[in-house]
Nanobody, 114 residues
C-alpha cells in the first residue's frame, strides 16, 4: 500500500519560511521523480516543483529562487524548503510521486499572512 504523508505546514507571516516534508512508503522511492503541487481556494491544483531520481530539479516560475526541493533517499523523504513566503503562496500543498500511476499525499495547509 502506497502512502505519501506530508507534514510541516502551518501559519507564517509574509517573508517567513517553512519546510515541508513528504515521507513515502510502499513505492520504490529512489527510482521515482517526486513533485510538489499546491491548490489555493477556488483555483486548480498547480505544479510547484519536481526532483528527478538523480536530483535534477525544476520549478514553477512563481516560486523559482524562493523554494528549494530536495530528497533523502535513505529516508524515503522529499522536502520543500520555502523562503520569502508571500500571501499568494497560501494553499494546500500536495506531494506526488511522478510514477505510473501517480500517487498523492493528503496535503498540508500553508497559510501566509500579510
Amino acid at each position: 500500500q502506497v502512502q505519501l504523508v506530508e507534514s510541516g505546514g502551518g501559519l507564517v507571516q509574509a517573508g517567513g519560511s517553512l519546510r515541508l516534508s513528504c515521507a513515502a512508503s510502499g513505492i520504490l522511492f529512489s527510482i521515482n521523480a517526486m513533485g510538489w503541487y499546491r491548490q489555493a481556494p477556488g483555483k486548480q491544483r498547480e505544479f510547484v516543483a519536481v526532483i528527478s531520481s538523480a536530483g535534477s530539479t525544476n520549478y514553477a516560475d512563481s516560486v523559482k529562487g524562493r523554494f528549494t526541493i530536495s530528497r533523502d533517499n535513505a529516508k524515503n523523504t522529499v522536502y520543500l524548503q520555502m523562503t520569502s513566503l508571500k500571501p499568494e503562496d497560501t494553499a494546500v500543498y500536495y506531494c506526488r510521486s511522478m510514477s505510473s500511476p501517480p500517487y498523492w499525499g493528503q496535503g498540508t495547509q500553508v497559510t501566509v499572512s500579510s
